[in-house]
């Protein structure tokens, strides 16, 4: 089946740990995001990346880094620096361009610090 | 910077019933607009794209519209069913990513 995989679908950390988040997709879309997501707020734009060996800082990129090594995959690691990891993280593809394209997203990998 | 609003934050009501979800936005220089359902603990699921140059896109029972100059967005939802139950989020892309709103809690009650 064609779509986006995240894992691990929840995941505990103590405090001081490195994480990483994996994001694999098979929809052949170049442009990859990841958000983060806690109760009442909107989603907002941890990185995105356009192309491969390619990314951009988004609004709340403190704590937070990714690399892009393959078109399929796009792993985010919360790093100790992050002073609030505890959050719902979804991580979304773009199906054409960037001013035309539609958004889709995995099913979320939810982190909680112990 | 864009701000993306979304009223009202939670609604309830009996199945059966046509509803309106709103969403505005504070700059009409938007390229897209698109509507999300998210079921809880789940990621979003896209269910219609509306771009600038639209004023409405239909899917099944929902239609969704779009006034740019007003900086307005609405998702009609016919007949609902409580299978609709869930949170509504709009998005728009005015620059390198989109923008979101908080979303709108629906709940359908047979």
């Known amino acids: 089946d064609g779509g986006i995989t995240q894992s691990p679908k929840y995941l505990f950390r103590k405090e001081g740990q490195n994480v990483t988040l994996s994001c694999e997709q098979n929809?052949?879309?170049?442009?990859m995001y990841w958000y983060r997501q806690d109760p009442g707020q909107g989603l907002r734009l941890i990185y995105y990346?356009?192309?491969?060996?390619?990314?951009q800082k988004g609004d709340i990129a403190e704590g937070y880094s990714v690399s892009r090594e393959k078109k399929e995959s796009f792993p985010l690691t919360v790093t100790s620096a992050q002073k609030n990891p505890t959050a719902f993280y979804l991580c979304?593809?773009?199906?054409?361009?960037?001013?035309?394209?539609?958004?889709?997203f995995g099913e979320g990998s939810r982190l909680t610090v112990l | 910077k864009q701000e993306v609003t979304q009223i009202p934050a939670a609604l309830s009501v009996p199945e059966g019933e046509n509803l309106v979800l709103n969403c505005s936005f504070t700059?009409?220089?938007?390229?897209?607009l698109q509507w999300f359902r998210q079921d809880p603990g789940k990621g979003l699921t896209s269910l219609l794209l509306?771009?600038?140059?639209?004023r409405e896109q239909t899917s099944g029972r929902l239609n969704a519209s779009l006034d740019k100059s007003s900086g307005r967005s609405t998702l009609y939802i016919a007949a609902s069913q409580p299978g609709d139950s869930a949170t509504y989020l709009c998005?728009?892309?005015?620059?390198?990513?989109?923008?979101f709103g908080k979303g709108t809690s629906l709940l359908v009650t047979p």
């Open positions: 979304a593809t773009l199906k054409g361009g960037q001013r035309t394209g539609e958004l889709f």
């Open positions: 929809l052949n879309h170049d442009a």
């Open positions: 990346s356009q192309i491969v060996n390619d990314f």
């Open positions: 700059d009409s220089a938007i390229y897209n």
């Open positions: 509306i771009q600038s140059s639209q």
């Open positions: 998005a728009v892309t005015s620059g390198y990513a989109l923008n």
